[in-house]
């Protein structure tokens, strides 16, 4: 009987984590308002934690179509996560906010190194919303 409730409490444990990471979950596929895409592809729960991949289509920046490794945690809606675009270029973005049901409201910090070797950034906001 004790191993059937330490059973029971145990699964009611683990249905209520991945209640948590709901919002997020694995395999989901979002597309933001200038058509980039986030594909999540390992939620952890536990950890709070989450990876991805990025494919950046906003015109006028650099990467454009070159996936690149996100990683992020996440605490009840609020999400956040960061990218780096070493790939192509000399880029790193951070991006905050929160989901609700199929909409990821989120804002962005991008921070490059320019040709005469200045920090620069960029901010601003975004929607993504969830493919499937």
Known sequence: ??????????GAVAVASGARAQGLPEQSLWKNSKGSL?????VDASAKSFRGTFVNYAKGYS????PIAVSGSF?????????????CAQTITIW????????LNITF???YVD?????QE???????????
């Open 96 to 103: 905050q906010g929160t989901v609700s049901g199929s909409t």
């Open 38 to 42: 986030l594909l999540v592809t390992k």
């Open 122 to 132: 960029t901010k601003g906001a975004d929607t993504f919303t969830r493919q499937n």
């Open 1 to 10: 009987m004790k191993l059937l409730i330490g059973a029971l409490v145990l």
């Open 75 to 87: 605490d009840g809606d609020s999400v956040s996560m960061v990218g780096s675009f070493a790939p």
């Open 115 to 119: 040709k005469q070797y200045k920090f």
């Open 63 to 66: 990467c454009e179509g070159v």
């Open 109 to 111: 910090d991008l921070r």
